[in-house]
């Protein structure tokens, strides 16, 4: 995994903005996770994108949530629900 190292404008401490916890937190390039979700700057809609369907008839379906654990409740309910 890549790794780029970033001061945040906020606290200071340095972390790395290519990370999953960055990347699924949101905010600016130069806000650590712990920043972004105390002081709530990630105002983007969170969207997710589910598969439905299998082979040539897969969809995809672009959902849009309120919070991250809204969307990641719905894809694990979605993915759970295929049976597989
Ligand atoms: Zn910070």
Redesign the pocket.
Known sequence: MAVEMRE?K????E?NCRSYAKKSVGGYIN??V??VEELGTETAVKYRGVVSGDGKMAAISIVKFESDADADAYVRSFNGGKGD
Do not use: S
Request: charged content about 20%; glycine content about 10%; overall charge negative.
């Open positions: 945040c906020h606290c200071g401490i972390f806000e650590c712990d920043c």
